[in-house]
């Protein structure tokens, strides 16, 4: 039976765009009374660099550190920068105004234009725009999502879930072989009811497809979840909000390679792109359950199922064991502290290949559904 959610637990107050835009406002109006002032007006602006993303034990994820940027108006090598931030925040604010949503490309075209009487242009290219905007983010403390910014989504989910969204109500168990479409702005939706013991996050769109088509959610009451690859920011804030609002377990399951287990580390502790959303977006309780070099073994693949690492796998799986060359602090903590990840990764680095979780059909076309992920989860057999 579903449990319907209590307005004073589950049910979340959805974000309201009216008050980013008032946030947005002031922070602006700020910098010009500095102008009326004739006081030199300073942005100062979080560092999205590696170097300033720090582990937070207490949270148990990557989040951004203290150091902060300033650009200044009056500076010749920060007048360019303070132009166009100021540029993309006033096209924000008016989008936010009319309730409107624009893409992050819309708003690079939408500010994108010579100066008059020269020949220089707001914008040198979509990228540069991207990094602007991402520093209009960290400066205001807004969101993209809270800002009503759309951008491209893939996560897709099933399962017995019931949404809301502008007062419509979506059944998540009644796509037949389809599925939900996790949109960006995943916040505006309300999760009204939920009947399930756990999420099962899956790497690969096809793999997510085959469990939908055998309905393995319905027989072991979970939900399924992909972000198909390396997940969107919307794919990784409904597996933080089935977490946290439903207390639900997360499982992951990826191929046996250093970029699978990057991809569960991504929506466990957060990435160092996105370091200043983690705390919306990693799930620190997530459960790897595979697949791990050790099931290549345990389930006896064939040796002619296994893939020959290349040298960006090796890369890969040495970055996550890896130490800050200035702090000497593991830059994947999880990954580092614990001897289960250690003696995988090793093992990886000794054997040098790596499998798919297709791999699995070797044993037949069912076993991944049928014994693997129910054993895994019934024995508790994730790496810790």
Avoid at 290 to 309: N, V
């Amino acid at each position: 039976m579903r449990k319907k959610a209590k307005s004073q637990s589950n049910i979340r107050t959805l974000e309201t765009f009216d008050d980013a835009a008032r946030k947005l406002k002031q922070i602006f109006l700020e910098l010009s009374a500095d102008i009326e002032k004739n006081n030199t007006p300073v942005m100062k602006i979080p560092l999205r660099t590696s170097s300033n993303t720090i582990f937070d034990e207490k949270r148990d994820m990557l989040t951004l550190g203290e150091k902060a940027g300033e650009r200044r108006f009056n500076d010749i090598s920060g007048v360019r920068s303070f132009m166009q931030t100021c540029l993309l925040a006033r096209a924000i604010h008016e989008a936010l105004k009319h309730d409107d949503h624009p893409t992050i490309r819309d708003l690079y075209y939408y500010t994108l234009h010579t100066i008059e009487d020269t020949d220089i242009e707001t914008f040198n290219s979509q990228d540069e725009s991207n990094n602007i905007f991402q520093d209009v983010e960290v400066m205001t403390g807004l969101l993209r999502e809270q800002m009503g910014i759309v951008a491209e989504s893939r996560g897709a989910m099933v399962g017995d879930v019931v949404l809301e969204s502008k007062g419509n109500r979506i059944d998540c168990s009644k796509f037949g072989i389809g599925a939900f479409n996790i949109p960006s702005l995943c916040d505006q939706i309300h999760i009204l009811e939920v009947d399930a013991d756990y999420v099962l996050v899956v790497e690969k769109d096809a793999i997510f497809q085959r469990l939908n088509d055998y309905e393995y959610w319905r027989k072991n009451k979970c939900i399924l979840i992909t972000g198909k690859g390396q997940a969107d920011r919307a794919t990784r804030r409904m597996v933080r909000r089935l977490s946290e609002e439903w207390e639900l377990p997360i499982y992951v399951l990826t191929d046996a390679d250093p970029f699978g287990w990057y991809i569960y580390s991504t929506y466990r502790a957060g990435s160092i792109s996105l370091s200043y959303e983690s705390f919306r977006l990693a799930c620190p309780t997530a459960k790897f359950l595979g697949m791990s070099m050790t099931d290549l073994e345990k389930y006896e693949i064939p040796k002619d199922h296994l893939i020959k690492a290349n040298e960006i796998d090796i890369k890969r799986a040495r970055e996550l064991l890896v130490r800050d060359p200035v702090t000497k602090i593991p830059r994947y903590p999880w990954f580092y502290n614990s001897k289960q990840w250690r003696q995988e990764i090793k093992i990886f680095l000794e054997k040098q290949v790596k499998a798919e979780i297709e791999a699995k059909s070797s044993k037949g076309f069912r076993f991944l559904s049928d014994n693997y992920l129910p054993e895994k989860i019934n024995n508790k057999d994730w790496i810790k």
